[in-house]
């Protein structure tokens, strides 16, 4: 029985069309639709992404006056004129200094409270969610209520600070008070934010960790500096660069800080225009600069590749130097 | 098996086609209900006081249907969405309302616009001011970009409360004779804030400035910044010097509440009475009304603005060529800058007609404004408005304007000396009209 079996030509098996046909389609079906699966974003970041950075980059390269017809090749005039332009490099170092003034305290307050949230507490998920409302907050109300508690006159602040016995700011028209006031407002809407995303990755930490640390007798600040911080390493990279991108991008808390007649430029002498506004400045009112500022777009677009890359340089540094003591168990997170 | 890949494949082209549509889909703003109804979009900013009109408009032209955008929004942001949806070509409304300061840019390159002289506007001359229909024409004269609805004829608002505190007359027609020049308004200033009131004399020194430097202008060369052959002069100009000075003078009596113009303080101050002058062209009566509120209904009055009138603001309305109903857009904006179109807008929001028959017209020199304590100002805008002195603005006025304006404002903040100031203020200006 078995050797009649055996002994049955395998091609006589199947009718030989249904099966290549078949077998084509699936074959064809695992080589080529995860590529269709994945192309919507490719599509749309070809649309959304890839063509808009080319276009201004040809824009840039223009005198392209929003307002007239002909727009015509000057080449790199634009940037060659932007580099030397000294309201260009004011707006980067506001930029820069709002950066600073507000996503050092943000990333430090957001890994604090972290910290904090990862403990065990009375309705844990409610304080979890908690902290991320004033993230959904429009940006633009908060930029309102912001403006109005920072009047020089009739604002809150100024007035809490006569109670202490503190002068009057004028935190619109005074350069590094106008920064502060600005990152505030960053530091309350994106504190929470970041702080989720730290939790998140607190929690794939192994609990053995701590509690072999407990058993050794480390204390609870020395467990976070020594476990919880260089573990949370690629999270905190990940954050100081989104927020890297945002903050150096940032356009709105500091164009509606300044309401009133060119708010644009962010105070009379320019006290906090960052470039984005630099860049809306001279690409739409008043000037109607189309060339010019897709010039200052692209600087922008350098300027953010670079600090991203230095302040990665700089967070993995204070890994390795601070680097994990217990044990093999580099990179347990997965 | 062969079904389930088939039917996966069939998910993912659908899903691909679906974003692929998603993503181009744009455009086709369902214009023509295609029961042969036309919606015509207006576009504006402020206030320009249409609704009756459109009402009006629409019974009497059954297949018209009138949307309008932009109204209260503000000047800074309306500009520059205009501008961008001229650029692409696509956006914006069928008639379109433009700045005075905006029209000088556009006009150096017409070919956004419908020419109306194409349209039979020639003969809608004699409705305008003189000067307001020429402004309007491009520099050969051969199209004419846009019909003028209201000129922005110039006045003093003041508080009589804040006045009376003061011991200053509260009567309008004392209140005129007190400051028939600007060192005279000075002096008044000095004598309000030698009574501390509590609030300071006038808001913003960018204001005043504003209004006397097209006063000056108005009434020498004609001209500020820019000279008519297009060249900056705001250095060698005398008219911009002198209103720079007597702006200097303002800052340093210490009259200004430096609340800087259209930012929240600036209202808050109308609200909490914080300042007892302002230099109020004829449009700024609504902006008062809405800012200082119905609690201070009665309390502000107008007089003469020192100095001899002058003209600030002012706008016209247009029809860009990416209208798809040239034709009809043409006629509404005829409707709305006719004798009766400006009287209505007047009537319901304050602008001053720039039409001789409507200033002439009853209503308006009739009118009174019981906001303002019944102040004439019919005849205290349109008296001005007959004799004004335009002032030609060049090619990037706006620009040029922003950076001489910044410029006081620094020095009203005590950033800058008023020497340091002026440098800046032609440095800059300088620096955007080449940009």
Known sequence: MSVQLDARPPVAAAPPVRPTRSYRLSRFDARWSPYLYIAPFFLLFAVFGAYPLAYTLWVSLHEWDLLGTEPTFVGAENYTRLLADPDFWHAVVNTLGIFVISTVPQLLAALWLANLLNRQLRARTGWRMAVLVPNVTSTAAVAIVFGVLFGREFGMVNWLLDLVGVDAIDWKANRVASWVAISTMVDWRWTGYNALIFLAAMQAIPRDLYESAAIDGASRARQFWSITVPLLRPTIIFAVIISTIGGLQLFTEPRLFHAGTNA????????????????????????????YGSAVAWLLFALIAVVAVVNVLIIRRLGTDAGPRTGGRKGGRG | MGATSRRRLAAVAFLTATTLLATTACGGNGDDAGDGTVTLTVDVFGQFGYDELYKEYMAANPGVKIVERGTGGNLDEYSPKLTQWLAAGKGAGDVVAIEEGLLVEYKANPGNFV????HGAAELKGNFLDWKWNAGLTADGKQLIGLGTDVGGMAMCYRKDLFAKAGLPTERDAVSALWPTWQDYVRVGERFTAAKTGASFLDAATNTFNTIVLQTAGNSSGYHYYDTGDNLVVDTNPAVKQAWDTTMDIIDSGLSGKYGAWSEEWVSAFKQA?????????WMTGVIEGHAGPAAKGRWDIARVPGDGGNWGGSYLAVPKQSKHRDEAVKLATFLTSAKGQIGAFKAKGPLPSSPQALDDPAIAGATNAYFSDAPVGQIFAAGARSLKPVYMGPKNQAVRTEVENAVRTVELGQRSPEQGWTDAVTNAKKAAAK
């Open chain 1, 264 to 291: 644009i430029r962010g105070g009379p002498s320019r006290e906090s225009q960052t470039v984005t506004m630099y860049m809306f400045e001279n690409a739409f009112a008043p000037y109607y600069n189309f060339g």
């Open chain 2, 115 to 118: 020419n109306l002289l194409d």
């Open chain 2, 274 to 282: 914080k300042f007892a002058t302002i230099a109020c062209p004829a």
